[in-house]
């Protein structure tokens, strides 16, 4: 079966550093576009990112662009967030997320197909 496993999270200062990895099995990786979402405790899941399966085209949410880079890596079927100038309300869980290629880009929940388990950041003031 299909499985994303994020690392990479801790507890970090603002104006800080964090990269998150997802390694993905079960799955044929080139074949799917992967995304990273954040949820905060009580909020709806957001859209962060997302990659496309060559890794030639990205997308990002207006609070991260700028700050934040995904990349992927189809040698080891992993896929990152590297967070840079993190501020406190970048604090939530993040997740990794895959959606078939053939699909267009979408930042809609409901648009991915797998989902990992998340990783908590915590950005102190």
């Known amino acids: 079966q299909v499985q994303l496993v994020e690392s990479g999270g801790g507890l970090v200062q603002a104006g800080g550093s964090l990269r998150l990895s997802c390694t993905a099995s079960?799955?044929?990786?080139?074949?799917?576009?992967m995304a990273w979402f954040r949820q905060a405790p009580g909020k709806e899941r957001e859209f962060v990112g997302c990659i496309d399966w060559r890794g030639s085209d990205t997308y990002y949410a207006d609070s991260v662009k700028g700050r934040w880079t995904i990349s992927r890596d189809g040698a080891k079927n992993t896929v990152y967030l590297q967070m840079d100038t993190l501020k406190p309300d970048d604090t939530n869980v993040y997740y990794c997320?895959?959606?078939?290629?053939?699909?267009?880009?979408?930042?809609?929940?409901?648009?991915?197909?797998?989902w990992g388990q998340g990783t908590q950041v915590t950005v102190s003031s």
């Open positions: 079960g799955l044929s990786f080139s074949s799917y576009t």
């Open positions: 997320a895959a959606r078939p290629r053939a699909l267009p880009f979408t930042t809609s929940v409901g648009g991915y197909t797998d």
